[in-house]
C-alpha cells in the first residue's frame, strides 16, 4: 500500500533526524539539560545507534513491499 510506505519514509526520516541530532550533540560536546539534570554523552552514544538502526530499517521495509 502507498499510504503504508509513505508513512514508513516519513518515519525513516524522523529517525534520521534523531541521529543527526546525536551525532551533533556528540561532535561538539554540546550539554543537554533537562531541569537541573545534564543528560551525560553516553545517552547520545545510544541514541545515535537506535536511530540509525530504525531509520535504516524503515527504509528497507518500506521497499521491500
Do not use: C, D
Not at 13 to 40: C, D, E, K, M, S
Not at 46 to 62: D, E, F, N, Y
Amino acid at each position: 500500500n502507498e499510504k503504508h510506505r509513505l508513512v514508513q519514509y516519513v518515519a525513516a526520516a524522523i529517525f534520521a533526524v534523531g541521529f543527526i541530532l546525536h551525532a551533533w550533540r556528540l561532535y561538539y560536546q554540546y550539554p543537554f539539560v533537562v531541569g537541573y539534570t545534564v543528560v551525560p554523552m553516553w545517552v547520545s552514544w545510544i541514541g545515535i545507534v537506535v536511530a540509525g538502526v530504525m531509520a535504516v530499517l524503515m527504509v528497507k521495509t518500506a521497499q521491500s513491499k
